[in-house]
């Protein structure tokens, strides 16, 4: 009997001896492994780790760029004859070339006054800024590019690509978009007239606008202009015409609501005038 207890003692004692073993076994085995992953997360992550420093020169060296490319500045009026001119030479260019094979009555119209909008506004209107400030390059080539496109858009569709009917000028749309763009290009001159002439020679600071639409808003320039292409959407009747109204509102309605704000906070008085920012009695 003591035999068997001893052999069972023995037996059961190697028996938890093994099984220790095999979980210390295992234990080793799982920080192997462990060890391996983490080599192998090692080597995975080193090439990013190095990559790292050539990242951060590219970013560092792309926002140097920008930040050079913003503080650079050219001659306001040449920037403003550069940019604007575009469309002018795209609207030349439809007059001479569109047509199938000729344009018709609406189309000359309609592309007329584009090229007599964009014509004041590149050769007349920076000729009677006084004192205009250096523009920024950034501004200059963001103004240029979008005219190359909104000229090339406006033209195809007017020289090239839809032709109205001659009948199309006692349409209901094209005379009330005629006379809305041309009431709102009155407008728009109107006010950049009386902004001219805020101040005399030699003097500086802000002065409150007043006459014509300022009257009603602070913005009347931007009022007009916004007027003048809406008017000119609903007389062609087209998406390229749409684009440019709404690029039109969204671009310089803000600027409006900004200018407006600006008054406010600089003149203790200009609430009492009742003025809106950009449409009267509303905005």
Known sequence: MRKRKTKTSTSTDYEAMTYRQLQTEAKIRGLRASGKKEHLLARLQKPAEESTPSAKRTSSSLMSYFSTLSTVSMNG??????????????????????GRPSLSLPNRLILGFLLLHYSNRTFVFPLLIRGGKPTPVWVFLAAFFYCCWNGFMQTSWLAFVHIYPDDWIYDPRFIFGGLLAFLGMCINMHSDHIL??????????????????FEWVSGANFLGEIMEWTGFAVAQWSLPGLA??????????PRGVQHHQNYIEKFDEYEKLGRKAIIPYLL
Do not use: D, H
């Not at 009026?77 to 569109?98: H, K, R, S």
């Not at 805020?198 to 006459?211: D, H």
């Open 196 to 213: 001219r002439n805020l101040r005399k020679p030699g003097e500086t600071g802000y002065k409150i606008p007043r006459g014509g639409c």
């Open 244 to 253: 440019f109204a709404l690029f039109t509102m969204s671009n310089i309605g």
């Open 77 to 98: 009026m040449l920037a403003w004859i550069l940019q604007e001119a575009p469309v002018v030479v795209c609207c030349t260019y439809g007059f001479v070339f569109g």
